[in-house]
Antibody, heavy 122, light 107 residues
Framework: QVQLQQSGPGLVKPSQTLSLTCAIS??????????WNWIRQSPSRGLEWLGRTYYRSKWYNDYAVSVKSRITINPDTSKNQFSLQLNSVTPEDTAVYYC????????????WGQGTLVTVSS | DIQMTQSPSSLSASVGDRVTITCRASQSISSYLNWYQQKPGKAPNLLIYAASSLQSGVPSRFSGSGSGTDFTLTISSLQPEDFATYYC?????????FGGGTKVEIE
């Protein structure tokens, strides 16, 4: 079955870039039947979908309006993984970040990565 | 954006109780509604998809119902491992949005 393994730093300085990676096993990042997502969770904002990348003969991205000017989600076909970059972070970006698979047919998030607590602080 | 409102935000119950959690969407989402369970320090885990379909491996004491704007998650007989926080999530359109959560605590 599909498994997701997250990696990346847990501490980022204000104004810098948050970067996380999600390694996929059991499926291909180029699969036509899923989308690859980033979601974050904080006490103030709850569970917040940030965006996704997916392949349907070519690559597509969708991003939440709240982060659209600062976010990039990229697939890496050579390593079968995808990444999150969030620029110009502030303390309000402190959260647990999850990667998650979105099933195209049944329209749910499953499975999820293990989560990474990212703290924005100097 | 579609707003998802859960009630109550928390509840206390005993083992064996029947528990019902409600989720309301700000507009009709047909049956594009999922339920997740989250335990402390863990990622959310899918329980119910498409409003009423039980995910493989999830105990049958969990059930979901509803369509349009009003949905419910029911636990027919609460077990010790069910004490957790539950979230609804709409998959009708982007941005995909979640409810604020319902924390089920031991009475």
């Amino acid at each position: 079955q599909v498994q997701l393994q997250q990696s990346g730093p847990g501490l980022v300085k204000p104004s810098q870039t948050l970067s996380l990676t999600c390694a996929i096993s059991g499926d291909s990042v180029s699969s036509n039947s899923v989308a690859w997502n980033w979601i974050r969770q904080s006490p103030s904002r709850g569970l917040e979908w940030l965006g996704r990348t997916y392949y349907r003969s070519k690559w597509y991205n969708d991003y939440a309006v709240s982060v659209k000017s600062r976010i990039t989600i990229n697939p890496d076909t050579s390593k079968n993984q995808f990444s999150l970059q969030l620029n110009s972070v502030t303390p309000e970006d402190t959260a647990v970040y999850y990667c998650a698979t979105y099933d195209r047919n049944y329209k749910y998030f499953d499975p999820w990565g293990q989560g990474t607590l990212v703290t924005v602080s100097s | 954006d579609i707003q998802m409102t859960q009630s109550p935000s928390s509840l206390s119950a005993s083992v064996g109780d029947r528990v019902t959690i409600t989720c309301r969407a700000s507009q009709s989402i047909s049956s594009y509604l999922n339920w997740y369970q989250q335990k402390p320090g863990k990622a959310p885990n899918l329980l119910i998809y498409a409003a009423s379909s039980l995910q493989s491996g999830v105990p049958s004491r969990f059930s979901g119902s509803g369509s349009g704007t009003d949905f419910t998650l029911t636990i027919s007989s609460l077990q010790p491992e069910d004490f957790a926080t539950y979230y609804c999530q709409q998959s009708y359109n982007t941005p995909l949005t979640f409810g604020g959560g319902t924390k089920v605590e031991i009475e």
